[in-house]
């Protein structure tokens, strides 16, 4: 989890804005309790999840090794990745997440594909990606975005740097008062 520390990312979109599909998902919640010690009837434990897919996404993404400590930094590993795919070894497809969002194709981007239109980090955008999951615990970072026009330029706002995973919080013990106690 803490090869790529420091690495900045900036994401892109290429062409007409991609077709949005919305899929209903079964999301299962569970809660332990004495009643159904660990047995979860579907019924009372699923509720509809609603996602929305892009579909014939062209995406760029722009990669910043110089602040990465690792030996083998991430834009070296992209690189012998693209020039070389024989020599990577991996099994499973290619997905970003999840594995039904799996990629076509990827390659280095051309002048001709086009302008790209980034992803600027904005506290009041109506994008919100997840920045860093933590497969362990399952919790993660997320920020919230917006898309920049087509022709504007690069600006420091596109990057997202790869920060080490904070330590879960703790809840804190709280003391009751001598005076409510007491009562």
Known sequence: M???VG???AVGIIGDDPPISRIVRKQRHHKFSRDHMGTYPTSKFSKPNHHELLTDLQAV???D???EPAAVK????VAITLSTPAQITRFGGLSL???WAMINGIRTYRETDGDIRWLVRDLRGLIGLPVWIDRQTTQGTFQRFSIAEPG???????WVTIQPPAAPAKAAKTKRSKKSSES
């Open 7 to 9: 690495v900045k990312l």
């Open 74 to 77: 991430l834009l070296d590993r």
């Open 2 to 4: 803490m090869e790529h």
């Open 97 to 99: 997440g999840e594995s």
């Open 65 to 67: 090794s110089s602040e």
């Open 61 to 63: 993404v722009q990669i």
């Open 152 to 158: 504007d330029a690069f600006t420091d706002a596109c």
